[in-house]
Nanobody, 124 residues
Framework: VQLVESGGGLVQAGGSLRLSCAGS????????IGWFRQTPGKEREVVAC????????YYADSVKGRFTISRDNAKNTVYLQMNSLKPEDTAVYYC??????????????????WGQGTQVTVSS
């Protein structure tokens, strides 16, 4: 089982990035997938997640209206489209898979598998 994130980089404030989370060894469609972010000295926090049961979505208040999580089942990939980026969005972004919960899962402790992370840096 492996998750691989890609798409991070350096962008100016107001810009956009699309992160990808590709799965191998298991089917992402059948699992709740979450995007989290972490900065030095802080705990990993949820950004968005998409449930396995009905593809319902959850967004942290700080990203609502700017970020969109989606899934391409044919590519076994989950995306995080990030628009109107702000310097405070700077972090390492991780995707995780919760293989036990059918619905929305906001706590990092509930996730079983993680990718290696991708750095997102937003300059002011």
């Amino acid at each position: 089982v492996q998750l691989v994130e890609s798409g991070g980089g350096l962008v100016q404030a107001g810009g956009s990035l699309r992160l990808s989370c590709a799965g191998s060894g298991f089917t992402l469609e059948y699992n709740t997938i979450g995007w989290f972010r972490q900065t030095p000295g802080k705990e990993r926090e949820v950004v968005a997640c998409i449930s396995s049961s009905d593809s319902s979505t959850y967004y942290a208040d700080s990203v609502k209206g700017r970020f969109t999580i989606s899934r391409d089942n044919a590519k076994n990939t989950v995306y995080l489209q990030m628009n109107s980026l702000k310097p405070e969005d700077t972090a390492v972004y991780y995707c995780g898979a919760d293989i036990e919960t059918m619905g929305i899962s906001e706590l990092s402790s509930e996730y079983n598998y993680w990718g290696q992370g991708t750095q997102v840096t937003v300059s002011s």
